[in-house]
């Protein structure tokens, strides 16, 4: 591959054919991991001594590889291609003009690719468009027709290269056109276009776009821009004259990535404060990390949502955990590198205009911001699970729809728990949702009018109905009014933890609401209502 040939691998291109993009995507990353980790912390506490695993829907994925074995995938690539773009441990892209030249066309490119990737173990799709979000939606396309290697005799995962999906150039708008708004990844907003009839995207690109930018504010006009096909922003007509990279220098060099972060977070307020000086925002960023001695590792990174200062130290978490000697779950980092960190670069690659942000009417977003400086202090003292932020997240039981993920990590991210909240759940409780959890259930005892304990039978039968209700040791309450039970067998086809219960709703005569479990023949109180 030429020097010339190289420089098209680039994303910033001008004319239809610097559009094309080919988007790669791995399935087994699976961020953030913490969530795996409560959400089985979170089943273990919802059901006593059935193990971590129960409460998981059947064919839930658990908690991918991390950052640091996708920087074998990010490797791969990158021999196609040098200039590749992260959008996160997972995915990645790059512009295909030039290596489609050297590698035969496009297609050979994507099969080269697709089989590169397999062979290292991990199921891929990949994905050839105009355009970062339909080649996005074209390699969810590939995983997604691709069958599972599981279904497959003597198979392992990544043993069999997908099919690839390619959109030809300039059929990018009849390839979005029939999907769902939903995969704009603005929940608000396609609920409201829901609402207004507008249920696909070649409805809402027919939108004319000024009507979509009064409509529906700015969010609204870049989800119409990638409606019809479009960037989500129009570059900058031309780079700025001054240099606007950011840099720090760590002496002694850092031995510890928190600390990294932490500054990475600071020079990303100073490169974003001269970007808006000069009207500009940024979408794609170069982050260079140099150790003292003389190991280096660039990396490109892209958020069509503009780069925050949260999110371009989170990327820098993501590239130093790529980086990094393995360590355990729980262990303490320990340094990134033999020789620490001496110099940390961040280089503005691709901006745009600054369309600015509306502020709170009474001043809310300048209190986030000083929470969120907050947290990025504590999380660079105490570390990056120091501080966390709940997520919801799918399951029957309040406890399992509720996890705690590290503070700043980005809404993709935080939307992708083991648990999808938008799957069917059976036997899940219905609203509304019950105001205060108990981390532990508490105990309890529902006896019937004789005072003898309620059973539950295989069948929901109940063998008496409840009439008195005493919580951890405490007088026994009667019951005025009741509501139940919901049986509900979890992981059934797992004999180890498989398990059935049933709940119910219980009122006491003092006012209380309680939500109860019965379950092996003990009653626990699980939540209760205000």
Known sequence: MTGGDMADGSLAGGDARDRRVLAVRCPAWHPPSLLARQAGQAAALAAPGAGPAAGACPGAPGAGPGARAFEQVVSVVQEFCPRIELLRPGLCAFGVRGPAKYFGGEAELARKVAAAVTRLGYDCGVGVADGMFAALLASRDSVRSAPPSSAQPNSI???????????????????????????????????????????????????????????????????????????????????????????????????????????????????????????????????????????????????????????????????????????????????VAAGGISLLRLVPDQLVADQGRQLGLWGDAVVSDKVARAAVRVQAMLGHDAVTQPALAGGRSPADQAVFIPFGDTEESAARPPRPADRPWPGRIPPPAPATVYPVPRQARVTDDSGSLVEVTGRGQLSGEPTRLSVAGGPPLAVTAWTGPWPVTERWWDPEHACRKARFQLVTVDGGAWLAVVQDGRWLIEASYD
């Open 157 to 335: 995962p990544g043993s069999t290269p997908p099919e690839v999906r390619i959109v030809p150039p300039g059929g990018t708008p009849a390839f979005l056109a029939p999907r769902a708004v939903t995969v704009l990844g603005e929940p608000d907003l396609a609920d409201l276009l829901i609402r207004l009839g507008i249920r696909t995207l070649g409805e809402f690109a027919a939108v004319p776009a000024a009507e979509a930018g009064n409509r529906f504010g700015a969010r609204g006009l870049l989800a119409h821009r990638l409606a019809r096909g479009l960037d989500p922003r129009p570059l900058a007509t031309r780079p700025p004259a001054a240099d606007l990279a950011v840099q720090i220098e760590f002496d002694p060099p850092v031995e510890q990535s928190e600390r990294a972060v932490f500054a990475a977070k600071s020079i990303a307020s100073q490169m974003h404060a001269q970007l808006a000086a000069g009207g500009l925002a940024c979408v794609r960023v170069q982050i260079q990390v140099i150790c003292d001695n003389g190991e280096e590792i660039t990396r490109l990174w892209r958020h069509d949502g503009l780069l925050s200062e949260l999110a371009v130290a989170e990327r820098v978490r993501w590239q130093l955990d790529g980086w990094r000697p393995g360590r355990g779950p729980g262990e303490h980092d320990e340094g």
